[in-house]
C-alpha cells in the first residue's frame, strides 16, 4: 500500500511535534551525570581540574543537544501556527540531526570523564570516549548516510 507525500509528511510532522518529547528528553541532564541534591558533590570535588572541565564541556553538549530537540516544535507552532508546511520537515530535521551530534559529542566526554574516574587510567577514558563517538556517530550519522546512497543507486 503506496502513502501519498502529504500523508507522509503528516506522519513525520506528528512525530517532530509530539508534545511529549519535553519528557523524553527532561532525563538527559542526568545521562551527564548532574547529581541530585548533595548526592556525588564529593566525588565531583575530588576530580582535577581538567576532568571538572571535560563535566562541563559534556553538560554543555548534553544541554545544547536538549535545546535542539526541542526547538522544532515551539519553532512551528511559532512561525507555522502548527500547519502542515513541508519546509518545516527541512528545519525540523536538520535541528534534529545537530541534537544528535551535540548528544554524541557530550555522552563521548562523559564517557571520558566515568570511565576515567572508575578505573583511574586516563588511556581507559579515552578509550571508551573513541568507541562510545564512534557507534553514536555511525549509528545516527554514517549508516543513515549509507542506506541514503544505497537507495538512490538503486532508483
Same mark, same amino acid.
Given at each position: 500500500m503506496? &502513502?501519498? &507525500? ?53 553538560l554543555?553538549?548534553?544541554a ?30 536538520? #535541528? ?10 557530550? #555522552?563521548?566526554?562523559?564517557? &571520558? ?10 588511556a581507559a ?15 545516527? &550519522?554514517?549508516w543513515?548516510?549509507?542506506q ?8
Amino acid at each position: 500500500m503506496r &502513502h501519498s &507525500h502529504a500523508e507522509h509528511f503528516d506522519r513525520d510532522q506528528d512525530r517532530v511535534c509530539d508534545d511529549r518529547k519535553p519528557y523524553r528528553v527532561a532525563g538527559s541532564a542526568s545521562v551527564a551525570g548532574l547529581p541530585a541534591g548533595d548526592r556525588g558533590t564529593q566525588g565531583f570535588a575530588d576530580m582535577l581540574t581538567f576532568e571538572k572541565i571535560l563535566h562541563g564541556v559534556a553538560l554543555a553538549c548534553v544541554a545544547f543537544s536538549t535545546v535542539l530537540l526541542m526547538a522544532p516544535a515551539a519553532y512551528h507552532r511559532i512561525v507555522y501556527a502548527g500547519e502542515a508546511v513541508p519546509a518545516f520537515y527541512v528545519i525540523a530535521s536538520r #535541528l534534529v540531526l545537530a541534537a544528535t551530534a551535540f548528544l554524541a559529542v557530550g #555522552l563521548a566526554v562523559e564517557m &571520558h570523564v566515568v570511565v576515567s574516574k572508575i578505573t583511574g587510567i586516563a588511556a581507559a577514558g579515552d578509550a571508551a570516549a573513541v568507541v562510545t563517538l564512534i557507534i553514536l556517530v555511525g549509528l545516527w &550519522h554514517v549508516w543513515p548516510l549509507m542506506q541514503r546512497r544505497r537507495r538512490e543507486l538503486r532508483s
